[in-house]
């Protein structure tokens, strides 16, 4: 049963422990008096945004770096992808990734061009990656064809970021493990990864350095998955945690408690009687394959017609494939209809489109069909001009399964804007625009809390990292006030000893 986000925190009673969980100063300091091992965190990253996930941990002579992200989004934090590594890539020993996302493994083929170490991962993630980081070269180098060929950058000439060389390289020193092994750096400094649950392969990285009898474990989210997803399984529950690193996409807001599933019959039916066409932008990695999954669950319950459903992306396909050969990443539900002979990322009806001219077909398609293309946030793909081509009719519909960072179409879109510039137009917005938040892959702040919650007692201190500052500084009060917890929101190049 999904539980009621809203009414978690005070259904719990004392007597189940909640004021055990609160701060208790003097056993802390009592625990902590002997200081023999430390650890220096430096944010450079994922600080007053949700991109650009990138953490330094140094310990035990060893330079860690937690996701080597891409910053999207705001040209500020654009900008960043292009200045000099804050700490020379030769100087760093290993990379440990949380998951797939750009916003996390995006910026390691340009870092690899001068890291020789290995980067370390769960198998899934490394697929994922794959996928990732190549199409992200791909669009590097198309951009800065397009701006060569155009005049419309102020370099000359222009060049990517990374090309897919560059990319090919960084994908040649992953170096992946599964959930749960034991990775030691050294006899006393440990690594593991744990399922953050929020997309395939998604890991919480549980990092523990030994010395003196005496232990210090520090945990990082990476993005946290919310309990009962399709697929995924609910985020690991941590203990025994020292210093913790949380994210905060969601930190000013729930999630709209009406099961996903029931809002997204709701616009699919309403889409077939406006006569429209339902376009989705999902992203290829993990949230078309829930929406897949969704359709799928919908149509076997009569709760909407079998549509066709185009999955206009070729990534998208790949990232499936992936999904496909890693079932053993599945919640035991998702096994369980495996096991049973179900397929279960098929809708009756699915057509995956992986060349040019499928894709433009699609334009002929008048009504009655689901087109489901890449990006999630309409900052590039195929989905640009699915847009371009049906935001000015009435009788179409576009809905947004997922979070829209500042400074993208989708956030224009999603805040009623009246048009939106795509391949340099400004194209008016007369479909239906709907938003569906209960897809998110990341907890809200009561299922961040929820989590805390479980953790057998408070760390020594909480950074809060990967929000909006309004999202960080939300959830930073909300753990304070209702756990009583050290809670620090970091500024970007901050470094913390922790001891
Ligand atoms: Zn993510």
Not at 193 to 213: E, M, P, Q, R
């Amino acid at each position: 049963m999904r539980f009621a986000p809203q009414t978690i925190l005070p259904a719990v009673p004392a007597a189940f422990g909640w004021e055990e969980l609160r701060a208790d100063k003097g056993v802390s300091c009592i625990m902590r008096a002997r200081v023999e091992v430390s650890m220096e965190l430096t944010f450079l990253g994922a600080t007053g945004t949700v991109t650009g996930s990138r953490f330094l941990l140094e310990v035990e002579g060893k330079r860690l770096l937690v996701d080597c992200g891409l910053y999207q989004g705001l040209k500020q934090y654009r900008l960043r992808n292009w200045e000099p590594f804050p700490v020379s890539p030769e100087r760093i020993d290993l990379v440990f990734l949380t998951h797939a996302h750009l916003d996390h493994v995006g910026y390691l083929p340009r870092f690899c061009r001068s890291f020789s170490g290995k980067i370390h991962c769960t198998h899934a993630t490394r697929d994922l990656a794959e996928i990732v980081l190549l199409d992200s070269a791909h669009l590097q180098e198309e951009d800065a064809y397009w701006a060569n060929k155009k005049g419309y950058s102020k370099h000359r000439p222009a060049l990517p970021l990374y090309t897919v060389a560059d990319a090919e390289h960084a994908l040649s020193l992953f170096a992946p493990f599964h959930y749960g092994e034991d990775i030691f750096l050294t006899k006393t400094l440990r690594v593991k990864f744990k399922d953050a649950g929020h997309i395939l392969g998604s890991s919480l990285v549980d990092i523990k350095t030994t010395k003196g009898g005496r232990t210090l474990r520090v945990a990082f989210s990476g993005d946290l998955g919310r309990p009962d997803r399709p697929i995924l399984r609910d985020p690991t529950q941590l203990y025994e945690v020292d210093y913790l690193i949380v994210e905060s996409t969601y930190g000013n807001r729930l999630h709209d408690s009406t099961p996903p599933e029931q809002e997204l019959a709701r616009v699919v039916n309403e889409s077939v009687a406006r006569g429209g066409v339902l376009v989705i932008p999902a992203a290829a990695v993990g949230r078309t394959q829930e929406l897949l999954y969704a359709l799928r669950e919908l149509e076997e319950r009569g709760e909407i017609p079998a549509l066709p459903v185009y999955v206009d992306s070729p990534m998208a396909i790949d990232a499936t494939g992936v999904f496909e050969k890693r079932k053993g990443y599945y919640d035991l539900k998702a096994k369980v209809l495996e096991l049973e002979g179900k397929r279960i990322l098929q809708t009756k009806r699915v057509r995956f489109c992986r060349n040019r001219d499928e894709s433009k077909s699609l334009n002929a398609v008048a009504r009655e069909a689901i087109i489901v293309s890449a990006s999630g946030m309409v900052t590039g793909g195929r989905i640009l001009h699915h847009l371009e081509h049906r935001l000015p009719r009435p009788q179409d519909t576009v809905l947004f399964i997922g979070y829209q960072a500042e400074g993208t179409r989708g956030r224009t879109l999603v805040e009623g804007e009246p048009t939106v510039k795509i391949h340099g137009q400004e194209v008016p917005v007369k479909a239906h625009i709907e938003l569906i938040s209960g897809f998110s892959a990341h907890a809200d702040y009561q299922e961040t809390l929820a989590w805390l919650v479980g953790f057998n007692r408070p760390p020594l201190k909480t950074f809060i990292v990967h929000g909006e500052p309004e999202a960080a500084a939300s959830l930073a009060e909300k753990i304070r006030e209702k756990l009583g917890w050290d809670v620090v929101i970091p500024m970007f190049g901050e470094t913390h000893t922790l001891e």
